[in-house]
Structures are given as C-alpha cells and as structure tokens.
C-alpha cells in the first residue's frame, strides 16, 4: 500500500510508465516532488512551456533553451530525440491534445496523438518519462490506454504545516514578529487552510499576519470564499451568529457544544469520528437556520449554503453533474458546514421524477444519499425542513446523520430568553421590561414572530416622536399578530405527534408542556 502520492508517481517513472498525466492547480508543490522524485532516480528534470520551450528546472545545469521548441510538435521531437536520462513535465498540453483550442486545430490534432502513441513505445525502453501537469483532464480516446492518470488532491496538513512553518521562520527572519504557534490553535489554523493549494494558503497566511499581527481564522476561511463563489451553485454565507443568540433549544446546544472540538487532530486521536452531521425538524421560524449559522460561526468553520433550486438546470444530465460539482467544492474546502435549508422542497417529489422530469430530480437525490452516506471528508451536514410529509424516506433512514431533532414550539422559559436576546440586540435592556408576561402573552409564538414583534414595537415606539420602547408596545404587537401556531395548526399538530417517535427533542422540556391554541 502506497502511503502517499509521492511514492506512487516514483514507481511509475520507475517501472518505466511512458506517459503520466497529472492533475493539479499547484505546479509548485508538484515541481518540487519532482524534483525529489529525479534526484534520487539520478535523473534530469526538465519542464516545457507554449512560452518559454523546454528548460532545466531541477538543481544540475540547465539546457539552453532553442525558441523553436516552444512548437508543441518539436517539443515532442525533442523529447524523442533526447540522450538523456530525464523527466519531461510538460505543461498545459491539454490544449494540444483536444482539437477545437485556439491554436490547436483538428490537423495539428491528430499529428501530436499519433506522435504521442509513436512516442509512447520508444519511451518504453528508455530511461526517460513525459509527464503532463494541467488542472484539467483532457484525453482523446486515442490516448487513453496509453496514459497513467494521477488525480493529484490538495495539499495534506503536513504540506500545510511546512507552508506554516516556512511563513513563521519569515516573519522571524524579518524580525517582524516572533509567532510561537502550537497546539489545538495552530491545528485550527491548518484545519481552517485546508482546501487551498500552497500558494494560496502562503498568501493568506502572511496576508494574516500583516493585518492582525498573527494568524487570524476568520482571514483564513474567508479565502475560501472565492473557490466557494466560482460553484456557481453555494453560496459562503458569512455567519457572525453566536450560539447563546440562539433561545431555548438547550439539548440541541448540549450536542453541538459536544462536538465543538470533533475536527481536531486529538479528536482522532481519541478515537473519535468525525461527525456526519444534522437533520432539524420543526415549526417554521422555530430557529432550524439561525442553528446552521450559529453552528458554523461557533466552530470556525465556513458556511456553505446548498441551493437545491440551481441544481436542477434546462441542459440534460446538468443537474446531476451540478450536484456531484457542489459536493466536490464543499470537500474541497472541507472541514465546513454546508447547509440545506428547507430541503424538501429541493427533494420533494423523487419518487415520482420519472413522470414529470425523466428521472433528474431521482437521480439528483441518489447522487446526494450516496455521497451522503459515503463521504469521509468532514463535511458537517445540517439540513432543516417544515414538513416530514414530503420528505423522502430514504433520507430518514439512521445513517444518513447523526441525529434528527425536532424544534417546538418555544416554552414559556425559552420565551422569556428570546425576547430578552432580540432586545438586547438592538440595544435595549431586557431588565426594563416585563419578560415574564411578554413571554405569557406570547404562547404559541416562533422566535421569529417574537423578533417581529420587537421590530414592530419599535417602530411604533420611533413614529411617535423616537421615544421609548416599553413593554406595552410590545403586549399591543403581540395582540395584533395571529401566530402560526394557530394559521397552521393541523399541520404542526400532524409534525409534532410524528417527531414524538421518530425525532429527539431538541429542548428539555416535554411537548405536553407547550399548550397553544
């Protein structure tokens, strides 16, 4: 078993594979592997480029450069005609290998394939290797069985932490600053850099240190916003939620509090996986979305948000290709939250796709229960839905999450704290008011229409003349507002008997204990 890619790539040069294909954004990172892998093979390394021809790019004397060999087809030849025990890494040829690039037409095409295939076999009984480095994988189907393919992943966390330590020694050459990172913060400093390449994460890493004088996470996880922006399908939600900005939901609280540390390096130490992730149910307004940003701010971690609606595209077979994009992404910049909010109605109606979409919507939400259940990057899941009757089952099933909680309808106590957290945050005191009988009034309420009438109160308090906000404006916003509870009665009755058996209470306190009408 190989223990790395490094030591994969030195056995195929070494068993004389003639043309290896790698893909990768970090020529850096991969150039100097390559220059290991030839220094101990006792080989040269040399690098070509559409713009600068082949040169030497490993520690002997390089090659003089000949401007004609900037030609695809005489950097072939050269190749071919080479004396030397040697790599070849070419770059970008993929636009050489596929017709209908600027500048590679179908006639030039097929002269570089077939002389690729000539190719191939000469290099067989040489000592010499052509390796192709580009971002992206383009073969002809000529070439297929004659080209290795190495899918080259992001940097691993020791790759990260050289990248740390390089910058480190930097700053303490510079006399700049003297950082002494260890321990759980500089495991998060690399847990947070994960999913960029070296470069990237250099960047960001003295792009930290100049602007707060050491190595700031909220600097580091917001680069990752640009990769996350160019999906096209998540969106990074910036999260500034605190978890105690969340009332009630004290069990729920508990088990994420629990799992705060559970992408760390001891936590794997410990024995412990990483978790899957959530399922939350419940009332609408009930806090399920304040939960995934309160969640992702608390543990560090960027929010992606997972939006079902720009899955689905006009073009056949898009969707399925979009989703399996999307949850490349949120891997590729992993540990992170991604979020699907209201995710029945992104689900809804799989079961009976083949009717009305030729199966896309089917074969959407398999790809997603498949990666679901199979994934092993840390990608913590939080999925929140209003209504279990259209959600498909499959998706229920233990397994899929860690745990599935059920968010009532507020208890009088979980009131009292909601109201005294949305007046706080809008600079009020929660001490000059009544919050008992606030929270009276209000049974039956959602902590979103208990900020509604807060925000409603104060705007009664600002059009007559910006005096003061008191209780009695709030008890009139509460008199003049018919809750959910009551608009939708049948339906949260309906969701509540279901999560008494199928659903972890989210609060301490017991469903009978919530009386409403």
Known sequence: MLTNQAEELELLIKARYPLIYIISWDEPRIEEMLCNVASQRNKRLFAWTVTSGIVGIDTMQPTDTKPTVTDPMD???????????????????????????????????VRIVRRLRDLARNLKKSEKTLIFLSPLLQLPPELEKEISVLDFALPTREELDQALERVIRSTRVRAVLHLDLKGEKRERVLKAAQGLTIGEAEKVFSKSVVLRKDLDLDIIIAEKEQLIRKSGILEYTESVEDINHVGGLSELKRWLEKRSMAFTERARQFGLPEPRGLLLLGVPGGGKSLVAKATASSWQLPLLRLDMGKVFSQMVGSSEENIRSALRVAETVSPAVLWLDEIEKGLAGSTSSHRSDAGTSARVFGSFLVWLQEKTAPVFVIATSNNISLLPPELLRKGRFDEIFFVDLPSQGERETIFAIHLA???????????????????GFTGAEIEQVIIAGLYEAFDDDERKLSTQDLLDAVAVTIPLSRTMREQITTLRNWSRTHARPASQQSQAQVAWG
């Open 75 to 109: 950097a072939l030849e050269y190749v071919s005609t080479s004396q030397e025990a040697a790599i070849f890494l070419f770059k970008d040829f993929h636009r050489f290998l596929v017709p209908d690039y600027i500048g590679a037409g179908r006639t030039d095409n």
């Open 425 to 443: 945050k809008r600079r009020r005191d929660p001490n000059d008011f009544d919050l008992a009988q606030l929270a009276h009034t209000a049974e």
